[in-house]
T-cell receptor, first 115, second 111 residues
Framework: EAGVAQSPRYKIIEKRQSVAFWCNPI?????LYWYQQILGQGPKLLIQ????????DSQLPKDRFSAERLKGVDSTLKIQPAKLEDSAVYLC?????????????FGPGTRLLVL | AQSVAQPEDQVNVAEGNPLTVKCTYS??????LFWYVQYPNRGLQFLLK??????LVKGSYGFEAEFNKSQTSFHLKKPSALVSDSALYFC?????????FGQGTELSVKP
C-alpha cells in the first residue's frame, strides 16, 4: 500500500514570496491533516479536512496560509506572503476517518526555508 | 485541554541494553495515546497506540509501551536496543481529531 506522498521535499524562498505544497493521501483515507513542525518542536496541526470540508482550521494563520482539498483527495497548502518564521517542515497526514482512535499516517514532509 | 510532556530531551543507551523513553499526559476523559518515531529527513512513522484494554501495548520494531493510569504515564520501552533505533521519538495524545505532540526525545544508541 502506497503511503502519503508530498512534494516538493525541499523549498527555499525569500520572504514575501509565495509557496505551495502538495499532498496525496493514502487511497481511501477520508481525513487529511496538515501539520507544521518547527525545528526542535513537535508537529502542530494547521488544518484538518474531512473529505473536502474543513473540520478544524483554528490554528491556521489565515492572513497568509490557505489550504484546499478539491474532490476530497489531494490537497494543497499555500503560504502567501512567506515570513522568516514560516521556516519549518510541513507534514501531511491522513487517516481512514476522524475518530479519536484512528491512526494518522504521515508523509515525508516538505522542508521550507525562508530567507 | 489535553497535553503530553516528554521530560527528557535526550536518552543515551548502549546497544543491547533495555531502553525507556518517558511520556506523561494530562487529559480530561479517556486518553488516546500514540508513539511515533522520526528518522532524519523523514516523516513520522507510527509505532503503537493505546485506546483501551491491556495496559501493555505492543507495536512495531519490537517496541512496547506501558499505560499507567495512576501515574498518567505512557512510557515507550524496548528490551534490547539497536543502533538503528537512534531517532527522534514523539508521544502524542488525541484531542478531537488532532494529535497533540510532546516536544520529542532524541534517542541515541551507541555500539
Amino acid at each position: 500500500e502506497a503511503g502519503v506522498a508530498q512534494s516538493p521535499r525541499y523549498k527555499i524562498i525569500e520572504k514575501r514570496q509565495s509557496v505551495a505544497f502538495w499532498c496525496n493521501p493514502i487511497s481511501g483515507h477520508a481525513t487529511l491533516y496538515w501539520y507544521q513542525q518547527i525545528l526542535g518542536q513537535g508537529p502542530k496541526l494547521l488544518i484538518q479536512f474531512q473529505n473536502n470540508g474543513v473540520v478544524d482550521d483554528s490554528q491556521l494563520p489565515k492572513d497568509r496560509f490557505s489550504a484546499e482539498r478539491l474532490k476530497g483527495v489531494d490537497s494543497t497548502l499555500k503560504i502567501q506572503p512567506a515570513k522568516l518564521e514560516d521556516s519549518a517542515v510541513y507534514l501531511c497526514a491522513s487517516s481512514l476517518a476522524s475518530g479519536w482512535e484512528e491512526t494518522q499516517y504521515f508523509g515525508p514532509g516538505t522542508r521550507l526555508l525562508v530567507l | 485541554a489535553q497535553s503530553v510532556a516528554q521530560p527528557e530531551d535526550q536518552v543515551n543507551v548502549a546497544e543491547g541494553n533495555p531502553l525507556t523513553v518517558k511520556c506523561t499526559y494530562s487529559v480530561s476523559g479517556n486518553p488516546y495515546l500514540f508513539w511515533y518515531v522520526q528518522y532524519p529527513n523523514r516523516g513520522l512513522q507510527f509505532l503503537l497506540k493505546y485506546i483501551t484494554g491491556d495496559n501493555l501495548v505492543k507495536g512495531s520494531y519490537g517496541f512496547e509501551a506501558e499505560f499507567n493510569k495512576s501515574q498518567t504515564s505512557f512510557h515507550l520501552k524496548k528490551p534490547s536496543a539497536l543502533v538503528s533505533d537512534s531517532a527522534l521519538y514523539f508521544c502524542a495524545v488525541k484531542q478531537g481529531g488532532k494529535l497533540i505532540f510532546g516536544q520529542g526525545t532524541e534517542l541515541s544508541v551507541k555500539p
